[in-house]
């Protein structure tokens, strides 16, 4: 049974900065793609960044590009979302996610393993 378990959200006003992290175990890391999803009330599930396998490859989703960064730590086995400028829009609920399997565009894998999530709030 694999365990993700996001931590690091919290609140912040905006055009602050947060970094959330999720620790998975390291064999995760190395075989499965990882992403960030969020969801705020009554709004759909949104992926925000996803990783590949050692970094092999990185996507941010348009709405927080140039903002939010994703980053796989093998030192510490965590996939860190990094965010910058955070606006009252980024507010949500963040889960942290695997997908298994050899996948280069990790936006479009089917994600089955979901952390429990850990709240952001960016107040204006």
């Known amino acids: 049974h694999v365990q993700l378990v996001e931590s690091g959200g919290g609140s912040v006003q905006a055009g602050g900065s947060l970094k959330v992290s999720c620790a998975a175990p390291?064999?995760?890391?190395?075989?499965?793609?990882m992403a960030w999803f969020r969801q705020a009330p009554g709004k759909e599930r949104e992926g925000v960044a996803f990783v590949r396998v050692r970094n092999t490859r990185r996507y941010v989703a348009a709405s927080v590009k140039g903002r939010f960064t994703v980053n796989q730590d093998t030192s510490k086995n965590t996939v860190d979302l990094q965010m910058n400028s955070l606006k009252p829009d980024d507010t949500g609920m963040y889960y942290c996610?695997?997908?298994?399997?050899?996948?280069?565009?990790?936006?479009?894998?089917?994600?089955?393993?979901w952390g429990q999530g850990t709240q952001v709030t960016v107040s204006s």
């Open positions: 996610a695997a997908a298994a399997g050899d996948i280069w565009h990790c936006e479009v894998a089917e994600y089955t393993v």
């Open positions: 390291g064999w995760v890391l190395s075989a499965y793609c």
